[in-house]
C-alpha cells in the first residue's frame, strides 16, 4: 500500500508542472516604464505544440514574438527583438505571476526597466 501511495506521489509531481506553468498563459495588458516614457501593450501567451508562444501587439512595428519562452511555476522568462534603422536589440524579459497580475524586469542593452502587467478579462 505505501509504495502505490508512494508511486502517486511521484506520478502527481511528474504532471505537476504543466499544471503550474498555466499561470502565465491568456492576454495581458503588459506595460514597461522605460526612462523616456511607459510602453504599454497586449501580448497573449497560448502553449503550442513544441511549447509556448508569445505573441504581442507592440506599439512599434519593430519588435517580433516572443522566444525561447521558459514557463517555470509562477515564472516566466521569455525573449524578443526590436529592429530600428538597421540595428537589432534583444530584450529579455522576466517576471512572476501572481493571480491576475504580474511583475518583472525587461532587459535591454543591458539596463533594467520594470515590466508588469494585469489579465485581460475574458471578453474584453
Not at 510602453?39 to 502553449?47: F, Y
Request: net charge neutral; hydrophobic share 45%; proline share 3%.
Amino acid at each position: 500500500m505505501r509504495k502505490i501511495a508512494v508511486i502517486g506521489l511521484v506520478l502527481a509531481t511528474a504532471f505537476a508542472p504543466s499544471a503550474f506553468a498555466q499561470a502565465f498563459l491568456g492576454s495581458w495588458t503588459a506595460t514597461a516604464k522605460a526612462p523616456g516614457g511607459d510602453t504599454t501593450e497586449v501580448i497573449t501567451v497560448t502553449k503550442t505544440g513544441d511549447g509556448y508562444s508569445v505573441t504581442g501587439q507592440a506599439p512599434v512595428a519593430m519588435v517580433s514574438a516572443g522566444k525561447d519562452v521558459v514557463l517555470d511555476g509562477d515564472n516566466f522568462a521569455f525573449k524578443r527583438s526590436l529592429t530600428a534603422q538597421g540595428n537589432t536589440l534583444e530584450i529579455d524579459y522576466k517576471g512572476v505571476v501572481s493571480g491576475d497580475a504580474f511583475t518583472g524586469t525587461a532587459e535591454v542593452a543591458g539596463t533594467q526597466i520594470p515590466y508588469t502587467g494585469v489579465r485581460v478579462a475574458a471578453g474584453k
